[in-house]
């Protein structure tokens, strides 16, 4: 997946050739904190001004729908975004509705990517005192499973549909709460089993735990195989998500216990990257993403799912369906810091 030589030299390098942009001021938005989508770009303005880059204004708890729009039309910088947004932009849907087809066209052609990341991983979990048997004893259970509408919300509907083979409402009864009352409604018991898009760790895994242990199942095999699952995962914003068991042990502790046939966890994930116009000129991207690359270390020890949200994986989700590529000034910044990205993934 990687292959990073001599970074500090070109972290060195890049300090040393971009006086020209130390006066630069750029405008971003992103998520609120707590996650991987904040953290990145928090992360990338602070590294920016420390290296003379660009000063880099952020505005936290923005609406992402509009973020990636005021990119395409230049009025900000950078944003955040799941690779979802751009797709439906790209076709005039959902929160686009009111652009059509060819005007969100239009938009989404002006978006370019810089780097990636995970925002969420979707699992089965429950407290142990529920007794959950696992993905083949959810028939008639009270499963939290999402914001009331969104995209989380149709995708764990989803997972649970082809995993277990059951509804909403007619296999069992889905709950919804807003993601700042997820943690409270979890610990409350309610719920008799939960499948949300999560990291390793979250307040929604850590606080409830704190009521109680806790099992998490990895996807069956057979179903993360079959025809329906592997097509599900290369829809735009999703991919198929693997770890070791025990890496995950290891960053969850004794709380939790993990659930597979084998050694490896199985799930699939909303992918997503921070955004920029076509129009941001090469040699700054060039600096912004290769002092980026350089500090992925840095990065990833700021959270203790640092690891495990692909910050250096810059293929996930690309390509297929995804409407939108890197820019080629960043795509060069990532292979030239020894990462693999296909030519499919690389605009023009």
Known sequence: MKTINLLAVT????LTTTGAFAETNLTAETASP????HLSLAHMTEIAGTAGIANIQLAE???LTNSIQNVAEGKTDIAGTPYILPFLMSRGVGPYGSLGAEAGADLVSNLRVINPFTLGVFF???YDSKNLGGW?????RKIYNGPPRGGALTNGRAMIQIVAGLEDGIGYEGMQTNWGQGATLISSGEPDAVVLPELFPSPRLTIPAAAGKMTIWSMPSESYESEAMQKYMQAPG???WTSDVASLEAI???DFTFISEDDTFRAFATIG???VNKSMDDALVTDLVTTYIASLEDLMAKAPYGETVGYDFPMQGMCGGNPIKYHPAAAKAWRDSGYELDDCAVAE
């Open 252 to 254: 969850m502790g004794d």
């Open 273 to 275: 990257g921070n955004v």
């Open 136 to 140: 083949d004893d959810l028939e008639g």
């Open 238 to 240: 999703s991919a198929p």
């Open 124 to 126: 089965l979990f429950a």
């Open 61 to 63: 708890g923005q609406t």
């Open 11 to 14: 972290a060195a390098a890049v």
């Open 34 to 37: 707590g996650g991987a989508t």
